[in-house]
């Protein structure tokens, strides 16, 4: 059973940055695609970013582009999701996730955090 541990969500005013972190408990066996997905309340869960298993691509949400980077810290076996010029609408919990390749759907995540909420205020 894969654990991913996420941290730094948290309360944080329009227009500041906070860092997530997804931590993979053990260490893995294969490389492995993770992404970050969110939900806000009354809304379906939708993709924010991913970074392949390779490290070579990465993809974000177009609400995103430019504000938010995902990257991968191998000596702390973690994929982390920088947030800058954060706005009210990125209210939500935030979901880290491993997959294959690259992880552009929910469907196709392999295991999930257990979400960290992150909350901006006007």
């Known amino acids: 059973q894969v654990r991913l541990i996420e941290s730094g969500g948290g309360l944080v005013q329009a227009g500041g940055s906070l860092r997530l972190s997804c931590a993979h408990a053990?260490?893995?066996?294969?490389?492995?695609?993770g992404a970050w997905f969110r939900q806000a309340p009354g809304k379906e869960r939708e993709f924010v970013a991913t970074i392949s298993y390779n490290n070579q691509i990465t993809h974000y949400a177009d609400s995103v582009k430019g504000r938010f980077t995902i990257s991968r810290d191998y000596a702390k076996n973690t994929v982390d999701l920088q947030m800058s010029n954060l706005k009210p609408e990125n209210t939500a919990v935030y979901y880290c996730?491993?997959?294959?390749?690259?992880?552009?759907?929910?469907?196709?995540?392999?295991?999930w955090g257990q979400g960290t909420q992150v909350t901006v205020s006007s």
């Open positions: 053990e260490r893995p066996s294969r490389p492995y695609a």
């Open positions: 996730a491993i997959g294959n390749t690259i992880l552009l759907s929910a469907e196709s995540a392999r295991a």
